[in-house]
């Protein structure tokens, strides 16, 4: 993301915006392509030489934020490392030790002003087997400024060949090595993810968010479990009105807020909803509004409403949920298409509600005349997955939810004491008629599918 010195918002009464640019205007566009240039002609060189031509660089009628801003995301898809042929510390400790009978070190030694300073390199550089210039280059080679570029993006630099999937914030938040390599990084790439990154930078003094979105529910709050975020939620219908149940909802409002926030204005929670922001540009409708604490202002307590929907034309680099989480699943839909039944099969189509979690059911199976159910897969295991999935079936508490479970897992027809009678047991697959058996039994009457 941007550091707050680089965030570029407006403030007006009592609302604050983001000022993105234009992503098609020219100059930004030649700005960030000059931008990607110098990255890409710096792999394998020093990031202090790489910094200088960043800040020597100046476009005409582009402000420096920008430049420095669209500079800071390029640097988030770097990986610096130090690169000698001996441990720098060892360089060290070796060339002190040598210089301690002679006389200190000088960082640029010559060999007409000081030749027994070169001397001194030449035996460490023997001693260590390597040569007179990796021993001077090595000596400092793991400060900041001399560790080289040795990946931007999916290129890296010749030699180069460690892969670290933690090592910048795409990766980390998703992107496979395949997806990455294909939405390699391009200059309308860089301007939409600056976009996005002002709007985040905006949600560093959040206090508050409120969402609606209408779509890819699994995907969304996914990323709200991972950030952190404690939530309410509501039904709503398609208009964002809330309605009575989930069974007749068309997208769902989640007020975000934390633990920390209910007895203190935390920057650190408002962190954690800038980072889960790029979660909604996933959804093809969606809504935030958030309560921003305005640092500037002369109340203590005085906040700032702050906006943003799908219309801004926001890109995420998040990686979206698959359509299926299992074989299981996939082979079951697959089933349903070619069966012949008036029962239509709906990929997790409700959020339920569980106070710190949700729980997203596998499948919604709906009947034209209006009757509904929702339905749970528990296909596969390990102890710890196998107890929350349970516990969330118990917190659940629908009537209307029926559970289909594999015979290979570790548990028996106790573990769903009360709601045994909605289980179906398999074996290697689900049959589509069970389902459809069991869902014409434990439906209940909605209104009818439009």
């Given amino acids: 993301m941007l550091t707050a010195d680089l965030a570029r918002s407006r403030t007006h009464e009592d609302s604050i915006t983001p000022l993105l640019i234009e992503t098609d205007e020219q100059q930004y566009r030649e700005t960030a392509a000059e931008l990607i240039q110098i990255f890409e002609e710096h792999l394998g060189e020093p990031k202090g030489e790489l910094e200088d031509t960043i800040d020597q660089l100046t476009v005409a009628d582009t402000d420096y934020k920008i430049v420095q801003g669209l500079a800071k995301l390029l640097k988030d898809e770097c990986e610096f490392e130090t690169v000698a042929p001996v441990d720098p510390r060892e360089i060290r400790q070796e060339l002190f030790e040598v210089a301690n009978r002679n006389h200190p070190i000088v960082r640029q030694p010559t060999l007409g002003e000081d030749t027994q300073s070169v001397w001194v390199y030449s035996t460490v550089a023997d001693r260590l087997g390597i040569s007179l210039g990796e021993c001077y280059r090595g000596m400092y080679a793991d400060l900041e400024e001399n560790k080289q570029l040795v990946r931007f993006g999916h290129r890296v630099s010749d030699g180069y060949e460690k892969v ?42 959040a206090t508050e968010m409120r969402i609606r979105v209408w779509d890819s529910f699994a995907t969304v709050f996914s990323y709200v479990k991972l950030f952190g975020l404690m939530h309410r939620i509501y039904p709503i219908d398609n208009d964002g009105n809330r309605v009575s149940s989930t069974d007749v909802a068309d997208g769902y409002e989640a007020i975000l807020d934390g633990a920390a926030s209910l007895f203190s204005k935390s920057r650190k929670y408002g962190i954690r909803m800038a980072n889960f922001l790029p979660a909604l540009p996933l959804c093809d409708r969606w809504e935030m509004e958030a309560d921003i604490l305005d640092d500037e202002g002369g109340s203590p307590n005085r906040t700032l409403s ?119 047991w398999f074996k290697s697959g689900i049959h589509v008629y069970d389902v459809v058996e069991l869902a014409e039994e434990y439906a209940i009457e909605v209104s009818p599918t439009q």
């Fill in 164 to 205: 670290d999937e933690s090592s910048t914030t795409t990766r980390l938040t998703g992107d496979s090595e395949e997806s990455y390599a294909e939405d390699a990084i391009t200059v309308d790439w860089l301007l939409t993810r600056y976009n996005l990154a002002l709007a985040q930078a905006v949600l560093y003094n």
């Fill in 306 to 424: 702050f906006e943003l929907d799908y219309t801004e034309g926001l890109s995420s680099h998040y990686s979206a949920q698959g359509e299926f989480d299992s074989d299981v699943e996939q082979t079951l839909a697959q089933k349903w298409e070619r069966a012949n039944t008036d029962w239509q099969l709906l990929r997790e189509d409700d959020v339920l509600d569980l106070g710190a979690e949700v729980m997203l059911p596998d499948f919604a199976i709906e009947h034209p005349e209006g009757q509904r159910v929702l339905f749970e897969i528990v296909g596969f295991w390990t102890p710890e997955y196998l107890d929350e999935k349970l516990t969330k079936i118990r917190e659940a508490n629908r009537d209307n939810l029926i559970v289909a479970v594999s015979e290979r897992l570790d548990c028996s027809s106790e573990d769903f004491s009360g709601i045994d009678d909605r289980v179906l």
